[in-house]
């Protein structure tokens, strides 16, 4: 199974902390997705194309039917494995069968033919249900339909970063979110009482919704929530 590397930029979510479980790790799907969560957020990177070639590295493997989960810091060493080439197709990891049939083994391969291997020992723990995760933050309370406002992604950083900044804290701190024609992002400097407003005013996608894909389309609402990651709906 391949893997770009939009699939491994997941880890950066993951929750730094080893008592963690599962949550500690990037859960690698039985169809190719991958997904980390720290319990407060998520991120969800769908299968590769099936059209992406890679040269032949051997037998390929596949996560099983129930995923694998690996830890952070490994998915941070297959990234270093990567070649600096420009074709889309070498930049691109395969999980492949290694000699330890346990671990979980990762192929790379360079313009020259060179391959690059790299497997670790996955995770006990299994990964909460992130599907169910997704359909809840795309419901509300009252069942009323969802609004939708598309954002462009350079400002919604922008704003957001120089938020955070003029509301130092230790810790997490809520901002309030306000949706109309663009997002209106409200929170509060503790140290001087100050409120700050930051606005991403709405991007002119031409009318274009982003329609979902056969993989988003995959991805329901659960009957449970799991209490690990429980934070998230709140």
Not at 13 to 30: C, E, H, K, R, W
Not at 97 to 105: I, L, M, P, Y
Not at 130 to 153: F, N, P, Q, S, Y
Request: aromatic residues 6%; hydrophobic residues 40%.
């Amino acid at each position: 199974m391949l893997y770009s590397k939009a699939n491994l930029e997941v880890a950066s979510v993951a929750s730094d902390n080893p008592y963690d479980g599962a949550l500690n790790g990037v859960q690698f799907d039985s169809d190719g997705a991958t997904i980390a969560c720290d319990g407060a957020g998520l991120v969800a990177v769908g299968p590769t194309k099936a059209q992406i070639h890679f040269p032949n590295v051997g037998q390929l493997g596949t996560p099983g039917d129930h995923g694998v989960v690996l830890s952070p810091d490994f998915i941070s060493e297959v990234k270093t494995i990567i070649p600096k080439d420009k074709r889309l197709s070498l930049q691109h990891v395969a999980m492949t069968v290694g000699q330890d049939a346990g671990k979980t083994e990762f192929t790379t391969v360079d313009k020259s033919g060179r391959t690059r291997r790299i497997a670790e020992w996955p995770k006990k723990e299994r990964f909460p249900d992130w599907r169910g995760v997704v359909g809840k933050a795309l419901t509300t309370k009252e069942g009323k339909e969802v609004v939708r406002v598309c954002v462009g992604r350079k400002s919604l950083l922008k704003v957001l970063k120089t938020l955070v900044e003029a509301c130092p804290d230790s810790g997490d701190s809520p901002v309030f979110l306000e949706m109309g024609q663009g997002v209106v992002m409200r929170s509060v400097n503790r140290e001087t009482g100050q409120h700050v407003v930051a606005v991403a005013a709405a991007f002119n996608a031409d009318g274009k919704w982003l329609e979902k894909d056969a993989w988003e389309q995959s991805i329901t609402p659960a009957q449970g929530m799991k209490k690990i990651i429980k934070r998230i709906s709140k």
